[in-house]
């Protein structure tokens, strides 16, 4: 078999898989759906990923030792994850192919050859890593915003797959939404459309994670080299090379994805794959001076700095950004999140929303809870969220520790924030109407949510006593609404300070239950018409800040509940109790 | 070339080049004269498309209405209630599409009672099918996430391993509806789709403790048909749930009383919510399950105002004892 064919079996391969663990990223017990599936390899396999919380937070997170294997097999072999594994890279490849296959020959030579502008990844890498590695207490890890295996993984889960379930329900019974999903579509389409212009144009111009590789594959034992000797020049080899690294000229061993397409296109069989180095000269190292990549160090160094200096992690923390459950404290937090949307997609509720920008630039598409959105609040029974986060941004907890019980029962439960009632727009507080939706739903026991009982006279509520027989009172005013006081939740009010529950009532009259009130019945006197309400209060010792109560608020516009990171367990100087 | 230089067109390409322009100026002549609207929308008076459920009650039977079983093992008590009744036989006939509608409101474990207990749907469904059922549906618009309330109640277990099918609540299953004699349910979306080709319809609740209505048994359960922003109905409570008996004819109703949600209600959340009553009530007449079951959770009917309301409306009697209902005690 050609090895070209054996690179393409590679890429379909991976890629399915990719898709598959993308699926299976669904909390439920069927064979698709989240079990012992390896949802994160490709995000494991990543060592941005790894060297990213590795410089941020100085230790490597479990399944990330994955990523030793393919900074080894790269050391050896050269790039190998671009061109044969990465579902983003053959993404790019293959929509490159499309876009240019009917050019002609000199086209496709001139549209692959080396071009200056590829050192641009390496500034992006080290900006990138500047900001991760110093200076330590303000480190932030950013790396997900081109890292291609994130970008690729928030794609697939926040746009792709509710745009697929939108059509066919294929895996998610209800419609899943995400909160500026379009951004990302917007960055992914513009990603691939790129690949009209320049194939790989992602690859070879923007990935950091290609120029991480780049970096390793300097010291690669075995490399494609061109016996210069019996060349006619013809750059044949150049005519689909996916690195655009030369392989005609002076290879640049650093770009090249190992595609080895230069290799099947000579007619004359003059490229190999060997661990001589190239008789017609390479270019180990990627062509960067090393003034550019130290002063893109030192602005990454200087950003992470510069981001917090809009106080968001001190005094001017934004109240909305409610993390899941489990999540670390928002300094680590922010060191290891890599915006993969792993937990939004697998989040039971969808209450698991990516970010905007409104809690700061570094704060994009990290996973906060929107109460509004999705099927209700976070669920109680579920900690899926921190099972499937590839860094531990969010911790892998028990249920147990979820609800402070068996062990962690001294801690209490992991509180996500705090509801706070809003008396100017709920319904009893505000309206004069019943309602308690809030207390009925609070799925804590016992509830957060405690109501106390009002009696409160109704607008115009005070009539005078024309007559009365038995249970039935004649009214002087005559002006009542038939059947509007008959709800059960209205009260008459008498002189002997005693209410009893309307049943009816026609425009004139009003029928008490049950009890006789004939003798307490004067005319002329006055009776006022009550409604019984009970009104809503959070027990902040109780709320875990679920947002369930938010999410079943009637008031839908602007909740009249509503949560806020207030009180919230992970972040110790957000405690409201004492 | 200049202007001078060039031919002209040929006639039959003039010809051909007008015939297009004028096809294509016809073509937009017309598509605006057939579009032209010269008044804009109505005002959407929500009278289209409008559901009405069927009635899926059996003929009464005098005597025959309400079975009152106590027992602690509720697949003798359901079996038993039934059979009192008349027999499975009595309300399912062969080749009948069957919905059962259990409460899976909460995303909540059977043992907290929040839910309908699985092992009593299995039971039903197995009545059902052993009388001869064509298909059995269960189905509910829950409040929390309706996937995980069907697992985690061990609901979805319970119904695939009895032959019943589960129907997730999906938008486009729902249908408004507008009830004859009725305030609150006007042009409100329903969940219809599962009803429409159903021949039968048996409404199975636990009886759980409800703070805003007092308790949450038979006629509460049907909350869970309702589509839309259907919390705004809280506003009176009463009177949605007497319009919900109203609106749905059950062929029979089953409140599982076995243990009943005392207090944190409906959700619960812990044991010592619940309380042991080793009770289960079968009943064609929803108004006098409720009215039973609520002296189990120490209540009269005279606190739930919605009993006189849906008694008034014609929707069963408050006095159960009128119905002389068969009380008997498995073991």
């Known amino acids: ?578 | 070339m200049t202007w001078q230089e060039t031919p002209n067109i040929a006639r039959r390409q003039f010809l051909r080049r007008s015939a297009k322009a004028g096809l294509a100026v016809a073509a937009a002549g017309a598509a605006s004269y057939l579009l032209y609207d010269s008044r804009g929308p109505k005002a959407d008076t929500g009278t289209k498309d409008l559901v009405t459920l069927a009635d899926f009650s059996v003929p009464v039977q005098t005597h025959n209405t309400m079975s009152i079983i106590s027992g602690a093992n509720r697949i003798k008590t359901v079996n038993k209630a039934i059979e009192l009744l008349g027999g499975i036989a009595r309300f399912i006939k062969p080749n009948e599409t069957v919905v059962i509608k259990p409460n899976v409101a909460f995303a909540s474990p059977p043992m907290l009672g929040a839910t309908t207990n699985p092992e009593l749907i299995a039971a039903v469904v197995k009545l059902c099918y052993a009388a001869g059922a064509k298909r059995v549906l269960v189905t509910d618009n829950p409040i929390n996430d309706p996937a995980s309330c069907f697992s985690i109640s061990g609901i979805a277990e319970a119904a695939d391993e009895s032959g019943a099918k589960v129907v997730f609540p999906k938008k486009r299953f729902f249908r408004p509806t507008t009830l004859t004699g009725g305030r609150l349910i006007k042009n409100w979306p329903v969940f219809s789709e599962p009803l429409e080709n159903a021949d039968k319809l048996i409404g199975i609740a636990p009886v759980k403790h409800h703070s805003r209505s007092g308790a949450s048994m038979a006629m509460k359960n049907w909350y869970g048909l309702l589509g839309g922003r259907r919390n705004v109905f809280h506003q009176d409570i009463n009177t949605i749930i007497a319009e919900l008996s109203m609106m749905v004819k059950p062929t029979l109703v089953i409140l599982d009383a076995t243990e009943v949600m005392m207090t944190n209600g409906p959700t619960g959340g812990s044991l010592s919510d619940l309380k042991r009553t080793n009770t289960l009530i079968a009943s064609c007449d929803q108004v006098a399950a409720d009215a039973y079951a609520c002296t189990l959770l120490g209540l009269k009917p005279r606190d739930l105002p919605y009993l006189a309301k849906a008694e008034k409306a014609g929707s069963g009697t408050i006095d159960y004892q009128s119905l002389k209902p068969k009380v008997v005690t498995v073991t």
């Open chain 1, 1 to 578: 078999m050609k090895i070209v064919t054996v690179r393409r079996i590679s890429q379909v391969f991976f890629f399915t898989f990719f898709l598959w663990f993308c699926i299976v990223t669904t909390a439920g017990q069927s064979f698709w759906q989240l079990r012992a599936w390896p949802v994160n390899w490709f995000l494991q396999l990543d060592p941005l990923v790894a060297i990213g919380t590795i410089l941020t937070e100085h230790s490597l997170y479990r399944g990330l030792l994955w990523a030793l294997a393919t900074v080894v097999l790269t050391i050896i072999f050269g790039r190998f994850f671009c061109g044969w594994v990465c579902p983003f890279g053959s993404l790019h490849h293959f929509v490159g192919f499309l876009a240019h296959r009917k050019s002609p020959a000199a086209k496709k030579i001139q549209l692959n050859k080396y071009r200056k502008a590829q050192r641009i990844k390496y500034f992006i890498l080290a900006a990138m890593l500047g900001m991760a590695a110093l200076p330590p207490i303000s480190a932030t890890l950013q790396t997900g915003l081109l890292d291609p295996i994130a970008l690729i993984t928030r794609s697939v889960n926040l746009v792709l797959l509710p745009i697929a379930d939108r059509a066919a329900f294929v895996t998610s019974v209800t419609q899943r939404f995400y909160e500026g999903a379009w951004l990302i579509l917007a960055i992914f389409l513009g990603a691939v459309l790129l690949n009209l212009i320049i194939p790989r144009f992602y690859c070879r111009f923007i990935c950091p994670l290609g120029a991480l590789f780049a970096l390793l594959a300097r010291f690669a034992i075995w490399r494609i080299g061109r016996d210069k000797s019996r060349c006619i020049d013809c750059r044949f080899c150049e005519r689909a090379c996916e690195g655009g690294c030369e392989p005609a000229g002076t290879i640049r061993i650093s770009e090249c994805v190992l595609c080895f397409n230069c290799r099947h296109d000579c007619e004359h069989e003059l490229i190999s794959y060997q661990t001589k180095p190239s008789p017609a000269g390479e270019i180990a190292g990627p062509d960067i001076s090393r003034r550019g990549f130290a002063l893109s160090l030192v602005g990454g160094i200087i950003a992470a700095p510069a981001l917090q200096l809009s106080g968001g992690l001190g005094g001017n923390w934004l109240h909305k950004t409610i993390r899941p459950p489990g999540a670390l404290p928002e300094p680590q937090f922010l060191k290891r999140c890599i915006k993969c949307g792993q937990c939004m997609r697998v989040c039971p509720t969808n209450v698991i929303q990516p970010a905007g920008i409104e809690g700061g630039l570094e704060n994009l598409w990290t996973p906060v809870l929107n109460n509004r959105i999705g099927s209700s609040g976070c669920q109680l029974n579920c900690v899926a969220c921190g099972q499937v986060c590839p860094t531990s941004a969010i911790r892998p907890i028990s249920l147990a520790e979820k609800l402070g019980t068996d062990d962690f029962a001294d801690l209490g439960p992991i509180r996500l924030g705090t509801a706070f009632v809003d008396r100017s727009r709920c319904l009893p507080w505000a309206m004069g109407r019943a309602c308690i939706v809030c207390q009925e739903n609070c799925p804590v026991s016992p509830k957060a949510i405690y109501t106390q009982q009002y009696y409160e006279t109704i607008r115009n509520g005070v009539f005078t006593i024309d007559h009365a027989d038995a249970t039935i009172i004649e009214i002087v005013e005559g002006s009542l609404t038939p059947g509007s006081f008959a709800t059960g939740d209205y009260y008459c009010l008498f002189a002997d300070n005693e209410r009893r529950r309307i049943t009816a009532n026609t425009q004139s009259a009003i029928e008490i239950a049950d009890d006789d009130i004939t003798g307490l019945v004067v005319q002329a006197a006055k009776i006022e018409i009550q409604i019984k309400l009970k009104k809503p209060y959070v027990d902040i010792e109780k709320c875990i800040g679920c947002g369930i109560c938010e999410h079943e608020c009637p008031v839908s516009g602007k909740r009249a509940i509503r949560v806020s990171a207030d009180g919230e367990t992970r972040n110790t100087n957000h405690k409201l109790l004492l």
